[in-house]
């Protein structure tokens, strides 16, 4: 898949996840809100962490008039993660933490709005349509291995993120493998006790 429909494919499903978010029920009093929080979370850091390590870096260098925007996308990213990374670690029942994702996914809105307005037909004008598969297929490569929280701390231009990522993406993936168990252990003693 190209890379423009591929990263597209992407803000169509995390806006899904927006919607179903603005349409669940009150946050407080352990509603869905905070599972729809945790796959807004993993899907964003995932999809930011895949355009900061091979979509940006690779249109600069083959669309240099890309520049500015780049620059405008990786601030605008920077942002989300501090939001992410305050929100992960919030009570649902929080007076603030409603609100905060509201904020977070208006910001996300408009910086999708400007990507796709913007930036991606600049990326359209000034590449091939075989450069655009090939950065496409390294960015579903990516996924596979990029960190799966998010990192605001963290270098997030090459080679920065190129070397800090792998690592970080380590621990994380071993953090939602253990989350995981702890879950897995919790149903198998809530059934115990039934
Ligand atoms: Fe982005």
């Known amino acids: 898949m190209d890379a423009i429909s591929l990263l597209k ?6 806006d899904a996840l927006f919607r179903q978010f603005e349409r669940a029920g009150p946050a407080r009093g352990g509603g ?7 796959k807004i979370i993993r899907e964003l850091s995932v999809h930011t962490a895949i ?9 600069r260098k ?6 500015d925007n780049v620059l405008i996308a990786l601030e605008q990213h920077h942002v989300a993660k501090w939001e992410l990374d305050e929100l992960e670690g919030m009570d649902p029942d929080d007076d603030r933490f ?5 904020v977070l996914i208006d910001n996300i809105r ?22 655009l598969d090939e950065i496409g297929n390294r960015l579903a490569q990516a996924r596979e291995s ?6 605001p701390r963290m270098p997030d231009e090459p080679p920065g993120n190129v070397v800090a990522g792998p690592a970080a993406a380590v621990v994380d993936r071993a953090y939602e493998r ?3 168990a702890v879950e897995q252990i919790r149903e198998q003693v809530g059934r115990t006790g039934d």
Request: charged content about 30%; proline content about 8%; overall charge negative.
């Open 62 to 67: 083959g669309a240099p008039d890309t520049t």
């Open 51 to 59: 355009e900061e390590q091979v979509f940006y870096p690779l249109v």
């Open 32 to 38: 869905q809100k905070k599972g729809l929080l945790e």
């Open 110 to 131: 408009h910086h999708v709005e400007e990507e796709e307005e913007a930036l991606f037909p600049q990326v359209q004008a000034g590449l091939t349509r075989q450069q």
């Open 98 to 102: 409603e609100a905060k994702v509201l």
């Open 146 to 151: 990029v960190p799966t929280r998010p990192h």
């Open 9 to 14: 494919q992407d803000h169509r499903k995390v």
């Open 178 to 180: 253990g989350k995981e």
